[in-house]
């Protein structure tokens, strides 16, 4: 993934979890922020990584990915 992430847009790779990358979206955001947030996870996918789960709360939107074993 090349692309420059918006500022409200983070990846982490938590070290529990081998494999996994997150995406964190902080809100409230704007449209251009969402639509790099989602193509960030479109770039991602397209890498072989597997969405794994989906949170939301008042304050974030995270996205956990895992790379595609096999």
């Known amino acids: 993934m090349t692309e420059v992430l918006p500022e409200k847009v983070s990846i982490t790779k938590p070290s529990e979890v081998p494999g996994a990358v997150v995406l964190s979206l902080t809100t409230p955001a704007s449209w251009e ?6 193509k960030a996870v479109e770039s991602l996918q397209s ?18 990915l895992r790379r595609e074993e096999g």
């Open 33 to 38: 922020d969402f639509q790099g947030f989602l």
């Open 47 to 64: 890498d072989g990584f597997v969405v794994r789960s989906v949170e939301s709360s008042y304050k974030l939107f995270r996205v956990w």
